[in-house]
């Protein structure tokens, strides 16, 4: 079963902040933050582990709330590069490294 | 390293025909992935491989088979084309359970008319 990522899409401005939030019903090992552009593989951002844990480098940060089996990528002060559409990916508990991913979050930042 | 990489790139087929997908990975990854993408759909596990030898169904696996002989390996087949199987497949690998990145390849564009 898929996680649920919202919002679907959003449009920023460059410097503005935003937060995508991804839910699962299972509970979960980890989660993984991946972003693709138009035409592209995916490319990874981060993993969170249970526990938790928040993690970041530079403008991107992510938090993983396990009891809610719930994360939220948040990226502040946003450039034009980080338009793409980023995908959570989670791996339940026992899951046996199958990592299934939502249907994405659609980014665009503007000038 | 040239990492995961797939072949072919691009294939157009016609209902009925088979074909097969390669993916290899030169990263000694144990996990391996085959994911398929379509618009809005996000991307949707058919199968995966957590080491040689061994296949495990994802989310979407019917009409597909996949095998996994050699550990840098993981093929996917499709038997009898259909056109709802016209889609984006992506292969990926990972080393670490939980906590490994996931590699992706550049994707295989299938079309099926």
């Known amino acids: 079963q898929q996680p649920v990522q919202s919002p679907q899409a959003v449009i920023l401005r460059e410097g503005e902040d935003a937060v995508i939030n991804c839910s699962s019903s299972?509970?979960?090992?980890?989660v993984h933050w991946y972003r693709q552009k138009h035409g592209e593989a995916p490319v990874f951002l981060m993993i969170l582990l249970k526990g938790g844990e928040q993690k970041g480098h530079e403008k991107i940060s992510a938090s993983f709330n396990e009891k809610k089996q719930q994360s939220s990528l948040y990226l502040t002060a946003s450039q034009l590069s980080y338009s793409g559409t980023y995908f959570c990916g989670t791996e339940a508990s026992g899951g046996y490294q199958k990592v299934t991913f939502g249907t994405g979050t659609k980014l665009q930042v503007i000038p | 390293n040239a990492g995961v990489t797939q072949t072919p790139k691009f294939r157009v087929l016609k209902t009925g025909q088979s074909m097969t997908l390669l993916c290899a990975q030169d990263m000694n990854h144990e996990y391996m992935y085959w994911y398929r993408q379509d618009p809005g759909m996000g991307l949707r596990l058919i199968h995966y491989s957590v080491g040689e030898g061994t296949t495990a169904k994802g989310e979407v696996p019917d009409g597909y088979n996949v095998s996994r002989l050699k550990k840098q390996n993981f093929l996917l087949g499709l038997e009898s084309a259909a056109p709802s199987q016209t889609s984006v497949y992506f292969c990926?690998?990972?080393?670490?359970?939980?906590?490994?990145?996931?590699?992706f390849g550049e994707g295989s564009r299938l079309t099926v008319l």
């Open positions: 299972k509970a979960l090992y980890s």
């Open positions: 990926a690998s990972s080393s670490l359970r939980g906590a490994g990145e996931l590699f």
